[in-house]
């Protein structure tokens, strides 16, 4: 049964489904796309037959694992908010994809099942408390088969002080406000920009997900650090 703090972000995130791509474009220039392709890249080169994108919203990344999957690769995706998974199940290259409605603190799946899980632009959304945080990285490595890979994309924190600070002036200045307007969602917008600035740098994330028992984690900055990859194995 989802939780206070779960209702609260299933409504935002029905409030946004049909811009949400459009503004994204627009207030990263396009560029979560590129990191998106790039961290979908990283994640299937891994291999396996089972693959899983968790808080898959409008479904990009798990469409972008799909297209990169060989025959025989079952991609699944996961997400709380029935208008985000009908707006990623309308989309023609969805086709293929078995969605799941579920939070992912309690996935609706067996131990040792993935190959692969991924979670792009979501981690932010589960960062709630240090505790559900870590129960969540838990739930991913508890149906990652041993060895299986977990991969995250989000945005970090630039390790120059001067681009941290602009960085965070845009979330606060640009993301917030245009975000707002563009979309009708005030709420949306003004939460993604007040998580952005208070979110981990890239060395911290990597060691809450050593503390939730993956192995291996490694990561890669894009963009001056204002974006990061981190991969870890179960
Ligand atoms: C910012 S969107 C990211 C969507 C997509 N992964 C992308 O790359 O653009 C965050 C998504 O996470 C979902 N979400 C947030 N918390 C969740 C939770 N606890 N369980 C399942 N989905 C969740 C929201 O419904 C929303 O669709």
Redesign the pocket.
């Known amino acids: 049964m989802a939780g206070q703090?779960?209702n609260i972000?299933?409504d935002?995130?029905a409030e946004?489904?049909k811009t949400?791509?459009r503004i994204?474009r627009l207030l990263t220039l396009g560029l979560?796309v590129l990191w998106?392709n790039k961290a979908a890249k990283m994640a299937a080169s891994g291999g396996g037959t089972k693959w899983l994108?968790?808080?898959?919203?409008?479904?990009?990344?798990?469409i972008a694992l799909k297209g990169l999957a060989a025959e025989g690769v079952e991609v699944s995706a996961?997400?709380?908010?029935d208008p985000?998974?009908s707006e990623a199940k309308g989309k023609k290259d969805a086709e293929g994809i078995t969605f799941y409605n579920?939070?992912?603190?309690n996935l609706p799946f067996d131990d040792d099942i993935f190959d692969l899980l991924?979670?792009?632009?979501?981690v932010?959304?589960?960062n709630?408390s240090p505790e559900y945080f870590l129960g969540?990285l838990s739930e991913f490595c508890r149906v990652l088969k041993p060895s299986g890979r977990l991969l995250l994309?989000e945005t970090s924190q630039p390790r120059c002080v001067v681009l941290r600070m602009l960085f965070h002036a845009y979330a606060r200045f640009i993301i917030g406000p245009v975000g707002g307007m563009l979309s009708g969602s005030k709420m949306a917008y003004a939460y993604?920009s007040s998580t952005i600035p208070r979110f981990y740098s890239a060395d911290e994330l990597a060691g809450i997900i050593g503390q939730a028992g993956f192995k291996a984690v490694t990561f890669t900055r894009m963009t001056f650090g204002s974006c990061a990859v981190h991969i870890a194995e179960k």
């Open positions: 703090s779960d972000i299933v935002m995130f946004v489904p949400y791509e994204n979560d998106r994108d968790v808080c898959t919203g409008t479904g990009e990344m798990a996961v997400d709380f908010s985000m998974l579920a939070s992912v603190e991924t979670i792009s632009f979501a932010r959304n589960i709630r969540c994309l993604l």
